[in-house]
């Protein structure tokens, strides 16, 4: 019947010790408590002690006993092991009384620790790493050359041996990681380094107050690097790519062609009089030095004046004036001793068409050289300036083309010229955008697109009579008009100057059959509004022209014909 203990070949098993003799062990398969048989001679166990005090047998807590004559003496007694025997572990005391456990087939201590009788476990060393100095290994006991175990003391009449402690592992294998940096110290002398609670906390304090000056400098520095790469545009010179310079002819009919070839005859003026001076534009007709230019621009220079004229290649000469005359708006001046001078060419007025593309040059503001471009926005649009003396002789009556090229004050007198840098017209005045009464000659405004070209058919003419004689002749019809007159038309007044006849005698008017109180509403087929108009109309045309007129007398409308004459301009 099976009582529960292991059948068969068992492992030993360690019990207590008995009062019985030492250093022997329970057969293998034999209760506790029997009698064992005496190990035989030559076994290589130590002498049977006997009892605690019995005479022929030291007393247990006595010294070992020696070993036989011929054989090693080792610790506790035992015999060395002789050639090609295994060694054989010591053998403690027998314990007395019955094991408190079921004998282990693994011969492990009870509950996998080390039993207070069980000789201590080889020290499980760990496997360093590669290359990792590994300390001096200290002797640990070992089942073939185990350590002496003192004598059993205490109760009197039982041998009682002393439990073998496991021997103590090293402290540098208590601390030592195969997997740490090499390098690192294996031993140290107390607590590992950083785990006393003050050394921790003042560490921790010190690290936090590192991370923080790490992270300011660190701030401080990417900030300036940062600063710097903004201003300079980087950490290295910066080179933008750039096409390379080419002299490459522009369209003649360009802005930029026409300009080229127009700027080197612009002049700039600069007037100055006892009371007054001005800048404006101008220029060259001719190769004697003759500048071409409004008469409100010289105006200022009176008779006493001086007139500088500043060429577009910045050479300056002082110029005279020729002539002028305050109903074109037109004044000739004239440098000496100046060569090289390009007439600038003079084009057809009459050939300009609405949309036609113009490009005016001047010294808007006194900035000389200055070109805009701009289109032909109306023809024949009736004009009158000036008017500031009161007395009506500085009023100019214009049949002017207008533009919306950019002109301002300075521009007065500069040329309009078509795209083939010929002048069609001689830039005179602009609307003002604070002003209602009509256009204005010199005004502080800017331009708003409205520009006025006295046509160069017309400032031709003049030109070459200035040049000539001295003085424009001007058209006329022979008769007063009555400039308050609010109906639609131009009409014939009741008395003349100095209380004469409204139709001079024997004048182109009388000759023709017009009568005082007629009204004028179409010159050459255009219709006649005002006074005005018709004096503009009529001054478009030289001295000796033929023109047909249409009016109206009672309410009948006549057409008739007559031939202008011509009168001395001031």
Do not use: C
């Not at 019955?98 to 996998?112: I, M, Q, R, V």
């Not at 439990?163 to 090293?170: D, Y």
């Amino acid at each position: 019947m099976d009582d529960g203990k292991p059948t068969g070949p068992q492992a030993k098993w360690w019990s207590r010790p008995t009062t019985g003799r030492s250093g022997r062990t329970e057969p293998e398969g034999r209760a506790p408590g029997e009698d064992t048989p005496t190990a035989p001679p030559g076994a290589g166990d130590p002498a049977d002690p006997g009892p605690a005090g019995t005479p022929g047998h030291p007393a247990a807590s006595g010294p070992a006993d020696a070993a036989p004559s011929g054989e090693a003496a080792t610790p506790m007694g035992v015999p060395a092991p002789t050639a090609g025997q295994e060694p054989q572990p010591a053998h403690l005391p027998r314990p007395s009384g019955a094991p408190l456990h079921e004998p282990d087939a693994y011969s492990t201590p009870p509950y996998g620790d080390p039993g207070p009788w069980a000789p201590a476990p080889p020290v499980q060393r760990p496997t360093p790493a590669h290359g990792t100095p590994v300390p001096p290994q200290a002797a640990v006991p070992s089942p073939q050359h185990p350590s002496p175990v003192p004598p059993p003391t205490g109760v009197p009449g039982h041998s009682t041996a002393v439990p073998q402690q496991p021997a103590p592992v090293p402290a540098q294998w208590g601390q030592y990681d195969p997997w740490a940096a090499p390098g690192q110290p294996l031993t140290q002398v107390g607590p590992p380094a950083g785990t006393e609670p003050g050394r921790r906390k003042n560490r921790r304090g010190g690290a936090f107050a590192g991370v923080l000056l790490l992270t300011l400098v660190a701030s401080g520095i990417g900030g300036g690097v940062g600063a710097y790469i903004e201003r300079n545009g980087g950490l290295t010179t910066v080179e933008l790519p750039q096409a390379s310079r080419t002299t490459t002819a522009r369209a003649p009919e360009s802005v930029a062609g026409i300009a080229a070839s127009a700027l080197p005859s612009v002049v700039t003026l600069h007037v100055s009089g006892t009371a007054e001076s001005g800048t404006g534009t101008g220029f060259v007709l001719d190769n004697r030095g003759h500048i071409l230019t409004n008469n409100h621009v010289v105006a200022p220079a009176g008779t006493t004046g001086d007139i500088t004229v500043t060429f577009s290649s910045g050479e300056t000469a002082t110029a005279e004036l020729v002539g002028k005359d305050s109903g074109y708006d037109l004044a000739v001046v004239k440098v000496r001793g100046v060569s090289g001078l390009k007439p600038l060419p003079l084009g057809n007025s009459d050939n300009v068409q609405v949309g036609d593309p113009v490009v005016a040059i001047g010294a808007p503001f006194d900035l000389s050289n200055t070109v805009t471009s701009g289109i032909i926005s109306a023809k024949q649009r009736p004009i009158t300036a000036g008017g500031e003396k009161g007395d009506g002789s500085d009023i100019s009556y214009v049949d002017a083309l207008q533009t919306d090229a950019p002109i301002n004050p300075g521009n007065s007198g500069g040329p309009l010229v078509d795209t083939q840098a010929h002048v069609i017209g001689i830039n005179s005045a602009i609307r003002a955008a604070d002003s209602g009464k009509g256009p204005e000659r010199g005004g502080q405004s800017g331009s708003i697109g409205l520009g006025f070209a006295i046509p160069i058919n017309q400032g031709k003419r003049v030109a070459e009579e200035l040049i000539n004689t001295g003085r424009a002749t001007h058209p006329v019809i022979g008769v007063t008009l009555d400039m308050k007159f609010t109906g639609d038309g131009a009409k014939v007044g009741t008395k003349g100057a100095e209380d004469g006849p409204a139709v001079t005698k024997d004048g182109p008017a009388a000759k023709a059959g017009i009568r005082s109180g007629d009204v004028i509403t179409a010159v050459q087929g255009q219709r006649v509004h005002s006074g005005e108009e018709l004096i503009v109309k009529i001054r478009a045309h030289r001295p000796g022209d033929r023109l047909e007129l249409r009016l109206t007398r009672g309410g009948e409308e006549l057409t008739m014909t007559l031939t202008l004459g011509s009168s001395s301009g001031t």
